[in-house]
């Protein structure tokens, strides 16, 4: 009898309750992943606090505090509908940077990098550089979160997100650029354009041949 009880228990403890409330508009998979990307989006975040105190140039401070500020609100976006499912309170907005597009051609030697050894050495260059692998992975986990995302809504919001880092990513390189600390490569005249002529329009058809 004392047996019967205990496989009574554990297979009732299997069973999902009455009362429990279940979720209808999300899948199981979409809410692990999305848990992963309110997540990441959590450690940027915080890893922009700690950059902040070490920031010396105040063009990139100006630059961090813009991107904190804008990813709050699109953290709090994404939280609402990851809850809800439905049409949040603010919808997504656009990030639009300050500087412009001009970017610097050409490579000069410089001093080999190598990683730092104490907290003192930490620059300017390392810490744009920590921004933008920032920027840059949640521009990347974005769109694969989006794809495994069921509920429309948060699959939109996600989707919508994407271009907004890559404009921050952007943000933070021509900062770079501009600084020497990331520079770009040349092709000769004759590589480039061989390169830029390796393609050619195609006519439009209606319908695939058999």
């Not at 412009?100 to 001093?111: A, H, M, R, S, T």
């Not at 271009?163 to 021509?174: G, H, Q, V």
């Not at 770009?184 to 209606?206: C, F, H, K, R």
């Given at each position: 009898?004392?047996?019967?009880?205990?496989?009574?228990?554990?297979?009732?403890?299997?069973?999902?309750?009455?009362?429990?409330?279940?979720?209808?508009?999300?899948?199981?998979?979409?809410?692990?992943?999305?848990?992963?990307?309110?997540?990441?989006?959590?450690?940027?975040?915080?890893?922009?606090?700690?950059?902040?105190?070490?920031?010396?140039?105040?063009?990139?401070?100006?630059?961090?505090?813009?991107?904190?500020?804008?990813?709050?609100?699109?953290?709090?976006?994404?939280?609402?509908?990851?809850?809800?499912?439905?049409?949040?309170?603010?919808?997504?907005?656009?990030?639009?940077?300050?500087?412009?597009?001009?970017?610097?051609?050409?490579?000069?030697?410089?001093?080999?990098?190598?990683?730092?050894?104490?907290?003192?050495?930490?620059?300017?260059?390392?810490?744009?550089?920590?921004m933008m692998?920032?920027?840059?992975?949640?521009?990347?986990?974005?769109?694969?979160?989006?794809?495994?995302?069921?509920?429309?809504?948060?699959?939109?919001?996600?989707?919508?997100?994407?271009?907004?880092?890559?404009?921050m990513s952007?943000?933070?390189?021509?900062?770079?650029?501009?600084?020497?600390?990331?520079?770009v490569p040349?092709?000769?005249?004759?590589?480039?354009?061989?390169?830029?002529?390796?393609?050619?329009?195609?006519?439009?058809?209606?319908?695939?041949?058999?």
């Amino acid at each position: 009898m004392q047996n019967m009880n205990q496989n009574q228990n554990q297979f009732s403890s299997t069973m999902p309750m009455n009362n429990q409330t279940m979720v209808k508009n999300r899948g199981g998979h979409e809410l692990f992943d999305g848990h992963e990307t309110i997540s990441s989006i959590i450690n940027m975040l915080d890893q922009y606090q700690m950059y902040a105190q070490y920031i010396k140039d105040p063009e990139l401070k100006s630059i961090a505090q813009r991107q904190a500020s804008f990813v709050t609100q699109m953290y709090n976006t994404v939280v609402e509908c990851y809850k809800t499912g439905k049409d949040p309170a603010v919808p997504t907005q656009q990030y639009r940077m300050t500087q412009n597009n001009n970017v610097i051609y050409g490579v000069k030697p410089g001093q080999p990098k190598k990683p730092i050894q104490s907290i003192n050495e930490i620059s300017d260059q390392g810490l744009s550089g920590y921004m933008m692998a920032n920027t840059k992975g949640l521009a990347t986990l974005l769109p694969m979160t989006a794809l495994e995302i069921n509920n429309p809504v948060l699959r939109r919001v996600l989707a919508d997100s994407v271009p907004n880092f890559i404009e921050m990513s952007y943000e933070i390189f021509l900062y770079q650029n501009k600084h020497g600390y990331y520079q770009v490569p040349e092709l000769t005249e004759q590589d480039a354009s061989i390169m830029l002529n390796s393609y050619t329009t195609t006519s439009q058809t209606g319908h695939m041949t058999h």
